[in-house]
């Protein structure tokens, strides 16, 4: 099957799964770990868990851009 013809410097985005499942567990982890650290300078107990969830939300987000349809941009 051929492919549709690209513009010049168009590239063309493939759906790779584990650099999904990379910006999640990367959100996770990464904005886990900072809240976790301020609960531990600021003597907070909530900050672990906002931290995991905004780190969730952001990696959704950046599945969102990464891989939507370029009819979309």
Known sequence: MSQPPQEPGEQRR?????QAVSYLVTGVGLYGL???LLDEW??????LP???VLGAALGVYL???R???????
């Not at 600021?42 to 900050?47: A, D, I, Q, R, Y």
């Not at 891989?67 to 941009?73: G, N």
């Open 14 to 18: 493939t759906a790779d799964p584990w």
């Open 34 to 36: 900072v809240g976790w």
């Open 67 to 73: 891989f939507r349809s370029p009819d979309h941009q």
């Open 50 to 52: 906002v931290g995991i």
């Open 42 to 47: 600021l003597g907070t107990s909530f900050l």
């Open 63 to 65: 599945i969102y851009i």
